[in-house]
């Protein structure tokens, strides 16, 4: 069984930070990309960014220079850094990761439950 758990979601001003974490726990023997989609209301879920082990991280153009993802490959853990938050990032945001279970030859993609991110003044 697999399980991705974020936290660190609430309600900041225009202007301020939140940091997400987001980790993953269970059987796993390898980990692909981690990520964090965000889905604000009457929209559909969209990525924010995304870290593939190896690469660069990529970013959605209208987070790019104020939000910044990173891993922790030894936790199993990544961060979702937002700084200048706007309210238009209000939104619920999910952890993604794209994973190998142990015991499994194949990759599947993994969901968290979401945390609430809401930038209002």
């Known amino acids: 069984q697999v399980q991705l758990v974020e936290s660190g979601g609430g309600l900041v001003q225009p202007g301020g930070s939140l940091r997400l974490s987001c980790a993953a726990s269970?059987?796993?023997?390898?980990?692909?990309?981690m990520g964090w989609f965000r889905q604000a209301s009457g929209k559909q879920r969209e990525l924010v960014a995304a870290?593939?082990?190896?690469?660069?991280?990529n970013y959605a153009g209208s987070v790019k220079g104020r939000f910044t993802i990173s891993r922790d490959n030894a936790k199993n853990t990544v961060y979702l850094q937002m700084n200048s938050l706007k309210p238009e990032d209000t939104a619920v945001y999910y952890c993604?990761?794209?994973?190998?279970?142990?015991?499994?030859?194949?990759?599947?993609?993994?969901w968290g439950q979401g945390t609430r991110v809401t930038v209002c003044s």
């Open positions: 269970g059987s796993i023997f390898r980990i692909n990309t």
């Open positions: 870290v593939t082990s190896g690469s660069s991280p």
């Open positions: 993604n990761a794209n994973l190998r279970p142990i015991g499994s030859t194949s990759f599947y993609t993994y």
